[in-house]
């Protein structure tokens, strides 16, 4: 039977359209599974857990994917109305505070003592999981501006943290409500109306505006004389109170029993644990500032500073570090990796890209990142950061250990290559000691690196056959 050359033709053609188009499927595909890829090293499950007039909270939950032993480890964003107060709390988590914009006074409590802090732009402070504390805005005009890690040490609800509220009435809801009221009466040794007072006057949030007049004024005067008062004065006030009985106090009909009943709760809750120190001689944990820290380094392409426990002792308890790195306008953090720790990063100014490769040797992830994204770096994952060629970015963010990291680079005139260049080495790319010394010895900066596409026309052709060469091996392997 004679072949027909049209009909041939046409299952030929068929058959090149059939795998054009499977092609293009498999693209599309791995396309798409590289973008969902990506995202997992972008941390956007964001949730805002307080909102109200005077200012809000919003946690980015840290992703696990697919990895199981993850820390447990999540990043908050607080900002706060100028004289405002993010009233009194506990949580099932250790909080490490960075002040990123304002000014702020801290209470908590350390070994039985209620402690203050006066906290500024670049202050680094951490309350422990359990401790009662509150935060107080005290800057004239500007917001306070806060960013903190939040390492659970229980899990409990949407996987964030829990918020235990010492104040509070119909919103928030304080934990001393779900006590019965005659039990609340004989503890705090006042009457049961008087409780019932207590518990029901707040309404404006877990953060609240000390001058809003909108809010409500007992419950406003209360909070606004208590916390203008110098420390000494609070503490004495505090213990003044604990000595007069009931009957001697102001009626209800007056406007102080609720101001009475506030500082009295807030001494059943620090009790014995106010002192008359002076803070300002006390050696008790005081604030760290990150901004007046001299870099670990710097160039003209950029510096970085990180923060362990060696430098400021309360890390250690958290087993929390951070860092923080500027980045001239196109410069680039030299590809390193983390033998200790895994990263939390977020954008404080700029844009610029984030690189990170998988242990087989392929692209995880580059994606451009702006101010506030939030991002994580896995331990052990090869990674770089770019600042744009537009200008400088900034960036700022928790490790998962709070001893010195140590980072290993991997490019650079302090890396790897440079270290173990050598005829081992040179063996295992499968190149000459000579050209594995050329192209080593070719970069002259370390950590920080200026951008090299800007001079390419430099390069040695030799290094961009070395390159062509040792892709062609890759793909021969993989």
């Not at 670990?296 to 500073?305: A, L, R």
Request: proline residues 5%; negative net charge; aromatic residues 10%.
């Amino acid at each position: 039977m004679g072949r027909n050359p049209s009909a041939l033709l046409v299952l030929v053609l068929v058959a090149m359209c059939c795998a054009v188009a499977m092609a293009r499927g498999s693209h599309h595909d791995q396309h798409h599974e590289g973008r969902e890829r990506e995202k997992t090293f972008l941390l956007q499950d964001m949730k805002r857990v307080v909102k109200t007039d005077a200012g809000e909270m919003k946690v980015v939950r840290g992703s696990k994917g697919w990895i199981s032993d993850l820390p447990n480890i999540h990043v908050g964003f607080v900002t706060m109305e100028p004289d405002s107060l993010f009233i009194p709390q506990y949580l099932n988590s250790d909080l490490i505070l960075f002040i990123r914009r304002g000014e702020a006074r801290v209470g908590s409590i350390y070994k039985d003592e209620l402690i203050e802090r006066r906290l500024r732009d670049g202050d680094v402070y951490r309350i422990p999981a359990g401790s009662t504390f509150y935060l107080v805005n005290t800057a004239d005009s500007q917001r306070l501006q806060i960013i903190c890690s939040i390492e659970k040490s229980d899990s409990m609800g949407w996987g964030t943290f829990q918020s235990f509220f010492i104040g509070g009435g119909s919103y928030p809801t304080s934990v001393l409500a779900g006590f019965e009221h005659s039990t609340l009466s004989t503890a705090l040794n006042v009457s049961e109306s008087q409780v019932s007072q207590l518990l029901t006057r707040q309404k404006s949030g877990p953060i609240i505006s000390l001058s809003n007049s909108h809010s409500d004024p007992h419950q406003s005067r209360a909070w606004t004389q208590f916390l203008e008062m110098k420390h000494y004065e609070r503490v004495q006030c505090l213990k003044r109170m604990v000595q007069v009985h009931e009957e001697e106090e102001a009626t209800e009909e007056d406007e102080e029993p609720i101001m009475w009943l506030y500082r009295k709760l807030l001494n059943s809750v620090f009790g014995k644990q106010v002192s008359g120190k002076d803070e300002g001689r006390s050696e008790r944990p005081d604030a760290y500032n990150l901004f007046d820290r001299r870099p670990d380094f710097e160039n003209n392409y950029g510096s970085s500073v990180a923060l362990d426990q060696s430098d400021y002792s309360p890390l250690g308890q958290s087993g929390v570090g951070l860092y923080l790195v500027n980045l001239t306008a196109g410069s680039m953090m030299a590809p390193h990796l983390n033998p200790t720790a895994t990263e939390y990063g977020i954008v404080l100014r700029g844009t610029g890209r984030i690189q990170i490769v998988f242990p087989n040797g392929t692209l995880a992830m580059n994606t451009r990142v702006s101010e506030g994204d939030v991002f994580w770096i896995p331990r052990y994952f090869p990674f770089c950061q770019i600042a744009s060629r537009s200008g400088p970015f900034e960036f700022f963010g928790f490790t998962t250990s709070a001893r010195g990291n140590r980072p290993q680079f991997l490019v650079g005139s302090n890396s790897i290559l440079q270290s173990m260049r050598g005829p081992a080495f040179a063996a295992a790319f499968g190149v000459s000691e000579e050209r594995l010394e050329r192209i080593v010895n070719a970069q002259s900066e370390s950590t920080i690196l200026p951008w090299g596409s800007a001079s390419e026309e430099r390069i040695p052709e030799a290094i961009r056959s070395f390159g062509d060469e040792m892709a062609m091996g890759f793909e021969g392997i993989y």
